[in-house]
Structure formats: C-alpha cells, structure tokens
C-alpha cells in the first residue's frame, strides 16, 4: 500500500509564489512515476506535472515555466514539491499528489484517472 499526504495550500495573491509538498510513504519499491493534478471547480481533474525516476520533469503547457516540480528520496518516503511561482487565478484548485507504477512515457498522465494512488489533495487559491 502507498500513502501519499499533501501540505502547503492555501491562499496566494496573484503574481506571488506558494510551494507545495507531498510525503509518499508505503510500498516504494515499484514507484516510479509521480506528479501532480488539480481540479478546478467546474472542471475535470488535469494532470499538470509529472517526473520518472532520475529524470527531468514533464509540464502541461498550462504551467510550463511557471511551476517547477521536484523529486527526493530518504530512507521510507519520497518527497515531492511544487513550485508555483507568478500563478493566476486560474491557478484556483484542488491539487492533488499521485504516483504510480511504470514510467510516466507509459500513460496519458494528463487525464483524470492517471494514476493508481492519489493524495487526499490540497487547496490552492489564487486571488487576483
């Protein structure tokens, strides 16, 4: 089993910087793709970040050089960050922290359902 725990949303003006944060522990053996998702209200959930093991990230043209994904690993549990510099209010979400087997060139991670385990998610809002 995985666990996947998200922290860091909230509040943020536009053209500001918020930095999210995810802690994956359980069975990390197989992982190997993982990224980040959000649902905006309204809207289907989108993937918009994604990075394989040892390799540089892969970015949704709605965030790309903006948002800057990072990957690390200690003895039981991978951290993930998000950077989220300069967003709009479009930006205003639910973020989600998701990870799955098999490299991330192996799925369509845009869409909703692209990965098997999922964080609870965390709110980010952008106010203008």
């Known amino acids: 089993q995985v666990t996947l725990l998200e922290s860091g949303g909230g509040s943020v003006q536009a053209g500001g910087s918020l930095t999210l944060s995810c802690a994956v522990s359980?069975?990390?053996?197989?992982?190997?793709?993982m990224g980040w998702s959000r649902q905006a209200p309204g809207k289907k959930r989108e993937g918009i970040a994604v990075?394989?093991?040892?390799?540089?990230?892969?970015?949704a043209d709605s965030v790309k050089g903006r948002f800057t994904l990072s990957r690390s690993k200690d003895n039981d549990k991978y951290s993930l960050s998000l950077s989220m510099n300069d967003p709009d209010p479009s930006a205003t979400a639910m973020y989600y922290c998701?990870?799955?087997?098999?490299?991330?060139?192996?799925?369509?991670?845009?869409?909703?359902?692209?990965?098997?385990?999922w964080g609870q998610g965390t709110q980010v809002t952008v106010a203008s």
């Open positions: 990075i394989d093991a040892r390799k540089s990230p892969y970015y």
């Open positions: 998701a990870a799955d087997f098999g490299g991330c060139g192996l799925k369509d991670w845009t869409s909703s359902d692209a990965f098997r385990y």
């Open positions: 359980g069975d990390l053996e197989r992982l190997y793709c």
